[in-house]
């Protein structure tokens, strides 16, 4: 199967975007901490000396987020050592999808060879806290000195691309960072797989 009937059969099963309560771009972000595959808690905070925090919320299971794996391996592997950080929340708990568990995010990280932590957000108060709606769905954060304390800021926000077409959004957006420009495209549509939140978390 290739990519564009991929991305067809989920627009067609209705795993898209909507409307969203959360952060937007200029909010401050929440602060996490989540335990990895790596068997590490991770929390923002300690990556606040990075130029930026990439925060992609996705899965194991949706077409969508199963798409962008390589680019996000790609990213991860040219920015990281430019001192941005990639982190990957999954919000999705087990006993809503059992594909994206936590044995299984360990065999899917292994396989792709992730350069970054990969969280489980399993009682989905971060993907709430951030307004997560789709897999993949992105945030950067960045980190500056307002009033003595360092605050973390959204400075982008939604996809990672525009359908694996130009403009390519997370990548301009870091550059930009790193280049101390104005991002363009602070905020995008993003579009994938419904973030499969337990009824009553709504």
Known sequence: MNRRTILVAALLAGLMTGAHAGVDPGDMAPEFELFGVDYRYHSLAQYADNEAIVVVFTCNHCPYAVDYEDKLVALGNRYQPRGIQFLAVNPNPADMVPA????????????????????????????????????????????TMEDGANVPRVVYE?????????????????????????????????????????????
């Open 158 to 202: 939604g996809a990672i691309d525009n359908r694996h077409e130009d403009p390519d959004y997370l990548a301009d957006a870091l550059e930009a960072i790193l280049a101390g420009r104005e991002i363009e495209h602070v905020k995008t549509a993003q579009f994938g797989c419904t973030v499969k939140y337990r009824p009553d978390n709504h």
């Open 100 to 143: 994206d568990g936590f044995p299984q995010m360990q065999v899917r990280a292994e396989e792709k060879g992730f350069p970054f932590p990969y969280l489980y957000d399993e009682t989905q108060q971060v993907a709430r806290a951030y307004g997560a709606t789709v897999t993949p769905h992105i945030f950067v954060v960045r980190y």
